[in-house]
């Protein structure tokens, strides 16, 4: 019986304010390598520690990836990473569907994300209130895929891995991260372009798909 959701935030519950910033981060490092391997990497060095500030933290992403930190490509990345924070909504279903699931499960926030920006959106939008557990990456020191994430988070619900659901927008972030914790997952896939057993399109479709589970 399912007892506990845990939502990603980004792509899940709140729309980005600008085409995938990561890929735009690879982009402006003129990066050449897979995706998937530069996200990997770049959530390692980006989202697992609290940097002074933006730069400091581009200045680490630069030198993980042997880049020259040159003053005009981190001023560069600072203003796409602002933009997306500035102009980040939550999606038009957000709020009533975590209003509605609020009063029938407990709820958690996981998000692999940045001291720089979630919070403010979080702010803005007073998301905090919906939840009983956030994890964020920058506070735990952990992403999802770390041994021990999904362990903390469950713990703090109070429920065991056969009790909760992930829903995220990430096969690789979110799918496999869960599944590797025994944890079931539902992908969000709003453009209709992955594959993916339990997959919806909008959080409207929640409970549906729980209901089949």
């Given at each position: 019986m399912?007892?506990?959701?845990?939502?990603?935030?980004?792509?899940?519950?709140?729309?980005?304010?600008?085409?995938?910033?990561?890929?735009?981060?690879?982009?402006?490092?003129?990066?050449?390598?897979?995706?998937?391997?530069?996200?990997?990497?770049?959530?390692?060095?980006f989202f697992k520690d609290v940097h002074p500030?933006?730069?400091?933290?581009?200045?680490?992403?630069?030198?993980?990836?042997?880049?020259?930190?040159?003053?005009?490509?981190?001023?560069?990345?600072?203003?796409?990473?602002?933009?997306?924070?500035?102009?980040?909504r939550p999606y038009p279903e957000t709020m009533q569907v975590l209003e509605s699931l609020r009063s029938k499960y407990k709820l958690g926030l996981m998000s692999n994300t940045d001291a720089f920006s979630v919070g403010q959106?979080?702010?803005?939008?007073?998301?905090?209130?919906?939840?009983?557990?956030?994890?964020?990456?920058?506070?735990?020191?952990?992403?999802?895929?770390?041994?021990g994430a999904f362990d903390k988070v469950l713990s703090q619900l109070g429920v065991s891995h056969g009790e909760a659901v992930m829903i995220g927008d990430s096969i690789e972030s979110d799918m496999e991260a869960a599944a590797k914790a025994g944890i079931m997952g539902v992908l969000v896939d709003r453009r209709g372009k992955r594959t993916y057993p339990k997959?919806?399109?909008?959080?409207?479709?929640?409970?549906?798909v729980l209901s089949h589970a």
């Open positions: 399912t007892k506990a959701l845990i939502f990603d935030f980004w792509g899940t519950l709140v729309e980005n304010g600008i085409y995938s910033p990561i890929r735009q981060v690879q982009d402006i490092l003129r990066l050449e390598m897979p995706f998937s391997e530069f996200v990997v990497k770049f959530e390692s060095v500030d933006l730069a400091s933290g581009f200045e680490k992403v630069c030198e993980a990836f042997n880049v020259q930190p040159r003053q005009d490509v981190i001023e560069q990345l600072i203003g796409m990473w602002n933009k997306n924070k500035l102009l980040a959106v979080m702010d803005k939008y007073a998301l905090q209130k919906h939840f009983d557990v956030i994890f964020l990456s920058y506070q735990e020191g952990l992403l999802k895929h770390d041994a997959k919806i399109f909008t959080l409207n479709e929640i409970e549906e």
